[in-house]
């Protein structure tokens, strides 16, 4: 059986879980905790995601995902797949951290809808939010400047349009007629904002990505 050790709100562990959806591949999911990273002690690795099948451990998500489509799923890949896959590790992540903890308002608003109601005894899940609603804006800056973003709203719409444009170019999916591989990793890194005001952000920028959104979702998300 495959045991993904993930965060809920990671839109790393997102790009796998929804190539593992769109396969119908079963898998088991242990949330890890953020705080000592508790759940990943049978590893050197401390970030998520991290795939285990059977004794094999798979680290970093883009070899977590060959891992999957080569023993699994099987989709092939068209040649210029690596750049779209590339773009959205080198590029469109990036944009996430900024979007959804611009500031402390935000941040705190968002974290409410990150931590699982029972994650955290209620005092502890207050200290978490709270710490989490100043430091996080911190960290969203520091990886803005570090990636050269100016301004992440305009930036990640311009991204939104270029996957449109030059990804889907007129196809209902990167693939074609049917989703593929790359469809699964710009869902998945999207779909981890998807409660955070991202998705809805492109959607009402981009009716075409609103259109390829919704029809990712249902093979994509898991929830029926
Ligand atoms: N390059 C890694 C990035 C994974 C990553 O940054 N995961 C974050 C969560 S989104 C994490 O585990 N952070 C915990 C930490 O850095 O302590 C991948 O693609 O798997």
């Not at 970030?47 to 099987?74: C, R």
């Not at 349009?161 to 990167?174: A, E, I, M, R, Y």
Request: contains cysteine; proline residues 5%.
């Amino acid at each position: 059986m495959l045991t993904l050790y993930q965060f809920n709100s990671c839109p790393f562990c997102w790009k796998v879980r929804s190539l593992l959806n769109y396969a119908k591949q079963p898998y088991e999911i242990v949330e890890v905790s953020p705080m000592g990273m508790k759940g990943l002690e049978f590893t050197d690795h401390k970030k998520v995601p991290v795939l285990t099948d059977g004794d094999k451990v798979i680290v970093e998500s883009a070899t977590i995902i060959d891992y999957v489509n080569e023993n699994y799923v099987h989709a092939e890949k068209s040649a210029n797949s690596k750049e779209w896959t590339d773009w959205v590790d080198d590029s469109l992540v990036h944009y996430l951290p900024a979007l959804i903890h611009p500031g402390f308002l935000t941040s705190w608003k968002n974290f409410g809808h990150i931590m699982e109601a029972d994650q955290y005894p209620w005092y502890k899940a207050i200290i978490v939010r709270l710490g989490g609603s100043i430091v996080m804006p911190k960290v969203a800056k520091k990886l803005k400047n570090k990636h050269h973003i100016i301004d992440e709203k305009a930036e990640f719409l311009a991204a939104i349009d270029h996957w449109v444009d030059q990804g889907l170019s007129g196809k209902p999916f990167f693939g074609g007629e049917q989703a593929d591989f790359v469809d699964c990793s710009v869902f998945g890194v999207l779909h981890a904002g998807d409660q955070l005001g991202v998705v809805a952000m492109a959607k009402n920028h981009n009716p075409t990505f609103s259109q390829w959104y919704d029809n990712c979702s249902p093979i994509m998300s898991g929830q029926k």
